[in-house]
């Protein structure tokens, strides 16, 4: 049987034999793969990939040429049809055209290699349910790519393709498609026929507008159009029932789009535009909103609606316009997150703003005279914490996803703290106001989830690795402790956003924050802070607020003035000599420019 079964099989292109150097492939991974019908070969620094894995299901082992008897398990006739390859992180210029001898394959990826095309017999694949082929070189897809009906998945973000084919339309089962990070300027109508898409991202591409097709897209839950040049959003982009998450930051949108039918959209994100005006039309649909982010933009006021918004958790509305707010917000039920830095307002105190959330909603609340007209108790009473005498505030957990302990005079944080939020995917931790020396290293149970950490106003000296574990952790407050560092291992929070650090005793800038390009807020106020690398802070392309007022700065580096996205950069209270007061008090553009003006040819 062998002997037939060589023959059968035999590889009849003349002269065809296997080179002595073809990249080796385990012959381990490749037994393995025929019983399992899966394949990873990433990180393996091949240049191409070698012919026994195209062949793998057309070509017998080489065992089978020897007379040997084989096990129910080895035998090679009763292979599994490989299903799954990946190619990923390795050096692959080129796929070859023998991909076609792998018809059942459901899942390739190629992603992190040097791919300038793509093979035609790619077409082929029919079964193919995956392809990822992001971060690579490719400048243009080919016409066969769109014979994969199947596709539920197509990632080709960070390649540098200018257009997508109209094609893509009929790729009707695709329900995510990420094209981030490329070079497009429009994208194809026929999107629109992509009724099943779940994930549509956009970000990072020079698009000037989106096309009304693909408000046709009625099953979309997330689109992100961040960092492109948009100036207006269709209205048409309403009519996308079942969207739940919006992403239309750092654009040039001078209006907030109205949303009448997005009844379920939860998180809005819209900071870094110059949107200047937000009224009741915008708010009056937006009932299940949670997130509302408008950063960076150039409002001057909110409307007393905000109060139609009893789903929010979180406002974010850092550097704007706002000399006040209203009252009103003090009693939105769920708001566990306020953000006003970088705004003129003029009648809350500062030290208020600087207590955090929970102290201003609670000022807020007490300067309403009476209650609004049709606003029954149940509102205000949603708003205030359990009881000081309650112990666990499981009214938070439950219903906010808060775990708050905070304002107790507590040394330790008892384990029965953490033990009531079992099961809670918990997404905020406020242990403030207490007396810990360490941070508790049980806050890397929630690791998964928390997003916001408060520890201000506590004894800390030092910033534990457990903390480090916490990476969807977008908000950190650690004012008002006895900080001197932050371990280099904050770098690993890829996602961070703001940073609070004032009042503390760091005499140096955080090296590690250097290292985490998502921060856009670093406050660093009432500190001993002698010196920033300008060089290094260039690299965090997205900051737009920097605290440094009331540091040890002898010299500010011209180099700072070349930090173009900082919208706000305070440096009052330092001992420098230039800039002078004067400049100071003309803003932050003034600021900058007198800087770059300085930087040495």
């Not at 459901?106 to 990822?132: E, M, W």
């Not at 708003?383 to 302990?405: C, D």
């Amino acid at each position: 049987m062998s002997r037939r079964g060589g023959s059968r099989f035999a590889n009849h292109r003349p002269g065809f034999q296997p080179q002595a150097t073809e990249p080796a492939v385990p012959a381990g991974l490749i037994k393995t793969a025929r019983k399992s019908g899966q394949l990873n070969l990433s990180n393996r620094e091949l240049s191409e990939v070698p012919q026994s894995v195209w062949r793998i299901n057309v070509d017998p082992p080489e065992e089978s040429h020897l007379n040997v008897s084989f096990s129910a398990s080895d035998r090679w006739w009763d292979q599994t049809n490989l299903t799954k390859l990946i190619l990923a992180s390795n050096k692959l210029q080129c796929l070859s055209e023998d991909i076609q001898l792998l018809p059942a394959l459901t899942v390739l990826d190629v992603h992190d290699n040097q791919l300038r095309s793509l093979p035609y017999a790619i077409g082929q694949l029919l079964n193919l349910q995956k392809l990822n082929i992001s971060h690579n070189k490719l400048k243009e897809l080919p016409d066969k790519l769109w014979n994969l009906s199947s596709l539920k998945t197509l990632h080709l973000h960070h390649n540098e393709l200018e257009q997508i084919p109209e094609g893509i339309g009929q790729l009707v089962h695709l329900e995510d498609l990420d094209v981030s990070n490329n070079q497009l300027s429009t994208v194809p109508s026929t999107l629109g026929e992509l009724s099943r898409l779940l994930r549509f991202n956009l970000a990072n591409n020079k698009l000037k507008s989106i096309p009304l097709d693909i408000s046709k897209m009625r099953s979309l839950k997330l689109l992100d159009a961040t960092h492109n040049e948009l100036e207006c959003v269709p209205p048409e982009l309403a009519k996308m029932v079942s969207l739940e998450q919006l992403y239309l930051r750092h654009n040039r949108l001078h209006h907030l789009p109205e949303f009448p039918s997005c009844r379920y959209l939860k998180e809005l994100h819209i900071g870094n535009n110059q949107i200047e005006y937000l009224g009741s039309e915008h708010l009056k649909n937006l009932s299940a909103i949670s997130v509302l982010e408008l950063r960076d933009n150039k409002l001057k006021s909110l409307p007393d609606e905000i109060l139609l918004l009893q789903n929010l958790e979180r406002l974010d509305l850092t550097n704007n316009d706002i000399s006040s707010l209203p009252y009103v917000l003090g009693n939105l039920p769920k708001l566990k997150s306020l953000l006003v830095e970088g705004n003129p307002l003029r009648t809350i105190r500062r030290d208020i703003i600087n207590r955090g959330t929970q102290e201003l909603l609670k000022y807020l609340r007490s300067r309403i005279e009476e209650q609004p007209t049709g606003q029954d108790d149940s509102c205000s009473a949603t708003a205030m914490t359990l009881p000081s005498e309650s112990r666990i505030n499981m009214y938070t957990i439950g219903t906010q996803k808060v775990l708050e302990y905070s304002d107790r005079k507590a040394i330790i944080i008892p384990d029965e703290v953490f033990d009531a939020s079992d099961g809670t995917p918990i997404t905020s931790v406020n242990l403030s106001k207490n007396l810990l020396t360490g941070v508790p290293f049980r806050i890397a149970d929630h690791k998964a989830t928390v997003t916001d950490v408060n520890l201000g106003f506590n004894k800390l000296s030092s910033v534990s690795l457990e903390l480090c574990t916490l990476e969807h952790l977008i908000h950190l407050d650690l004012r008002n402790n006895l900080l001197t560092s932050l371990p280099m291992e904050i770098k690993r929070l890829q996602r961070m956003q703001t940073v609070i650090l004032s009042c503390n005793r760091f005499k140096e800038f955080p090296d590690a924050l250097y290292h985490v390009p998502t921060l856009e807020t670093v406050l660093i106020s009432n500190n001993q802070v002698g010196s920033i690398d300008a060089i290094q802070l260039m690299q965090l392309d997205r900051l737009t607020t920097l605290d440094m007022q009331n540091n040890d700065l002898m010299q500010v580096p011209p180099e700072l003035g070349s930090c173009i996205t900082l919208r706000s950069l305070l440096l009052e209270g330092n001992p420098f000599r230039n800039p002078r007061a004067a400049i100071l008090a003309r803003g932050t553009s003034a600021v900058l420019e007198y800087l770059r003006n300085r930087i040495p040819a």
